[in-house]
Nanobody, 124 residues
Framework: QLQLVESGGGLVQPGGSLRVSCAASGFTLNYYAIAWFRQAPGKEREGVSCISSSGAVTNYADSVKGRFTISRDNAKNTVYLQMNSLKPEDTGVYYC?????????????????WGQGTQVTVSS
């Protein structure tokens, strides 16, 4: 069974940093494009960032550009999202998702494999 597992969420103060990770279970992430999405309470899920299988190409939502960095370590079968200068509006459940090809488009319809999510809360 193809499954993604997120980790690294938690509570952080505004202005702080956090890194969330996405690991694969049952398959190798190396051949997949990966995206991060988030969903705040009462809001629709939104795309945050995506990365190609090689890591050479990335894309970010305007709301996180300059603050978040997506990266991957294919030797460790893991994708990361480094989040800096966090704001309360970054609060939500963060999901990683995988697709067999890279589009650069942050639409959840393009990613058929999903994790269960990890909670990120930015609050003082």
């Amino acid at each position: 069974q193809l499954q993604l597992v997120e980790s690294g969420g938690g509570l952080v103060q505004p202005g702080g940093s956090l890194r969330v990770s996405c690991a694969a279970s049952g398959f190798t992430l190396n051949y997949y494009a990966i995206a991060w999405f988030r969903q705040a309470p009462g809001k629709e899920r939104e795309g945050v960032s995506c990365i190609s299988s090689s890591g050479a190409v990335t894309n970010y939502a305007d709301s996180v550009k300059g603050r978040f960095t997506i990266s991957r370590d294919n030797a460790k079968n893991t994708v990361y999202l480094q989040m800096n200068s966090l704001k309360p509006e970054d609060t939500g459940v963060y999901y990683c998702a995988a697709a067999s090809w890279y589009s650069g488009i942050l639409s959840d319809r393009l990613y058929p494999i999903w994790g269960q999510g990890t909670q990120v809360t930015v609050s003082s």
